[in-house]
């Protein structure tokens, strides 16, 4: 079992930053790929962006191309998401996501822990 707490989350302006970070526990942190999710209401849970269990491989959505960077430091068990340049349309609740493999993509399946999610509201 892997257990995911994401922390960061809060209300900030258009044009504005932040930082999400997802601490993991339970299993270990470098044999699991990770990812971030995002979830608007009414709208379905969508892929962010990802990156592999060693750090060196990343893919993103093109949403968030440019102004949305995926981290991790596997000794402290923590990846990050640095968001910048928000936008109104970046609101969502924001989650993080382990695979047991190496790297992963954009689809929810590859994913076999889930954390509860952090409120990210962008004004306008």
């Known amino acids: 079992q892997v257990q995911l707490v994401e922390t960061g989350g809060g209300l900030v302006q258009a044009g504005g930053s932040l930082r999400l970070s997802c601490a993991a526990s339970g299993r270990t942190f470098s044999s699991f790929a990770m990812g971030w999710f995002r979830q608007a209401p009414g709208k379905e849970r969508e892929f962010v962006l990802a990156i592999s269990w060693s750090g060196d491989s990343t893919y993103y959505a093109d949403s968030v191309k440019g102004r949305f960077t995926i981290s991790r430091d596997n000794a402290k068990n923590t990846v990050y998401l640095e968001m910048n340049s928000l936008k109104p349309e970046d609101t969502a609740v924001y989650y993080c996501?382990?695979?047991?493999?190496?790297?992963?993509?954009?689809?929810?399946?590859?994913?076999?822990?889930w954390g509860q999610g952090t409120q990210v509201t962008v004004s306008s």
């Open positions: 996501a382990a695979a047991s493999r190496p790297f992963s993509g954009p689809y929810s399946y590859e994913y076999d822990y």
